[in-house]
């Protein structure tokens, strides 16, 4: 038995649809699938009447959801007490931020923030954009801090959370210079060449939003993938040994700009895509646990 599948399950019984679940859950229609039929496998009968459009849940499915509710509000009962024992980190906001974010973007953020707002104690918990916003969801962090574009919204209830607007960021492609001051690789490549790519991984947000570049892009980009991975610092440090071009946000690429170790790769204004940098949090009125310095950050920020 894993809680999620009764999160899941719970969250079935309230849409009534496996695909809306899915999207609340953040997880993809057939993954949330097998979880409810792990949870029926794990209860021995069938909990959801499949034969029936809109979904229905037969008559054990309706049982097991009021219970499913209670185990799930006893753990949370329970939780909230354990936090009710952490005293000492009462005052400690902790983010969820994904990665490319939490290198760039998060530490000069917060330096700011401490001159305007005054000194606040952080912590920053650093992953991929799925699990930082589950560990908003499971009620695992205070804010969530994270890129949003339209083509790929994350898929937080408003009723539920609410996010503000910290700024924007630019995606654009980089690449290291060469002797003659000039980017080893350039888009649109001249002469047709196919082009050394480092690209995200499958299923990275900033991979996704590359995608949509390479879409919009007048013409084939030729791109040729020889690296990937899911970090955008891992990109740019492959990028400054030479080994090819990579879409990297413009937050991360300010020192080797300056210094002239990267170089756009592309004309300005051609190829790029500007995203929102936003931040969320659970609305007061449902959230499980609130902090006093969570909620005056977040009217501060409301104010600025």
């Known amino acids: 038995m894993e809680t999620k599948w009764l999160e899941d399950f719970v969250s079935l019984a309230e849409t009534r ?6 999207q609340l859950r953040h997880v993809t229609q057939p993954a949330f699938s097998r979880r409810i039929q792990a949870l ?14 809109p979904t229905r849940l037969t008559p054990a499915g309706e049982t097991f959801d009021s219970q499913a509710l209670d185990i799930l509000g006893s753990l949370q009962g329970a939780r909230n007490m354990m936090r009710a024992h952490q005293v000492a980190g009462q005052d400690m906001i902790e ?22 707002f005054g000194g606040l104690k952080t912590r920053l918990i650093a992953l991929n954009v799925h699990d930082a916003v589950m560990q908003l969801t499971e009620g695992s962090c205070d804010l969530l801090i994270a890129y949003h574009h339209p083509s790929q919204p994350l898929q937080l209830n408003p009723e ?6 910290l700024g924007s960021e630019t995606l654009a ?3 290291k210079a060469d002797s003659t001051g000039l980017p080893l690789f350039r888009l649109p490549s001249p002469h047709g060449m196919r082009v050394p790519f480092l690209s995200y991984a499958s299923g990275a947000y900033l991979g996704r939003l590359v995608e949509v570049i390479t879409k919009l892009a007048p013409a084939p980009l030729n791109l040729d993938p020889i690296y990937e991975t899911d970090m955008a610092e891992g990109l740019k440090a492959m990028a400054l040994e030479g ?29 790029e895509l500007t995203m929102e940098v936003r ?15 969570a909620l005056a950050l977040w009217e501060f920020l409301q104010r600025a």
Do not use: M, Q
């Open 95 to 116: 983010f969820a931020v994904p990665h490319s974010l939490a290198f760039t973007f998060f530490p000069h953020w917060v330096t700011d923030l401490r001159h305007r």
């Open 173 to 175: 492609p980089y690449a």
């Open 40 to 53: 029926e496998a794990w209860a021995g009968i069938d909990l959801v009447d499949r034969s029936s459009y």
């Open 160 to 165: 539920r959370y609410e996010l503000l607007s």
């Open 17 to 22: 649809s496996f695909s809306r679940s899915a």
């Open 279 to 293: 931040i969320y949090r659970e609305r007061p009125e449902t959230a499980r646990h609130t902090k006093p310095g």
């Open 243 to 271: 080994h090819g071009l990579a879409f990297l946000p413009a937050s991360s690429v300010k020192k080797e700009l300056k210094s002239k170790r990267l170089l756009r790769a592309s004309a300005p204004g051609e190829l």
